[in-house]
């Protein structure tokens, strides 16, 4: 874990325990992709390789202090207005290469207790009911 994690991420476990809580409801990881999404103040970063890295050390630094996360929104959470009307319309090689890089990283480095999964719809598929998505790229691949 980097040095930084150990004292910018880990009061974060101890105040929750504090609080009587046992998740954090983040990180969030989507990517910076349109300037007006309402959100960004949460997100990492636009590149994909850069939220990974630090969303794994803020994971294991938070599960560290015997909290879970969960992580969010899974996945193409690219706008506020309308979340849950918006259709995000993507290529398979885009949803891989930028949306789910990021998450891919986290969750094999960092093993979040829990992933929120996105309000949107997905190429004209709820997020929250994307089989392909929520059980076999996400829990299989």
């Known amino acids: 874990m980097p040095s930084w994690s150990k004292t910018w991420v880990v009061p974060f476990g101890n105040e929750t325990l504090e609080y009587g809580c046992d998740v954090i409801l983040g990180p969030g990881m989507n990517l910076h992709r349109n300037?007006?999404?309402?959100?960004?103040?949460?997100?990492?970063?636009?590149?994909?390789?850069?939220?990974?890295?630090?969303a794994s050390a803020c994971v294991k630094g938070i599960q560290s202090q015997g909290v879970g996360v969960s992580a969010k929104h899974f996945a193409v959470n690219s706008q506020e207005t309308d979340r849950t009307r918006v259709d995000e319309r993507v290529t398979p090689r885009a949803l891989r290469e930028l949306y789910l890089r990021g998450f891919e990283r986290m969750v094999r480095e960092s093993k979040p207790w829990t992933i929120m999964s996105s309000y949107?719809?997905?190429?004209?598929?709820?997020?929250?009911?994307?089989?392909?998505?929520?059980?076999?790229?996400?829990r299989v691949d």
């Open 35 to 54: 300037p007006l999404c309402g959100r960004n103040f949460e997100y990492y970063s636009e590149d994909p390789f850069v939220t990974g890295v630090i």
């Open 120 to 138: 949107n719809i997905i190429n004209g598929q709820y997020a929250m009911a994307y089989r392909d998505l929520l059980t076999d790229v996400l």
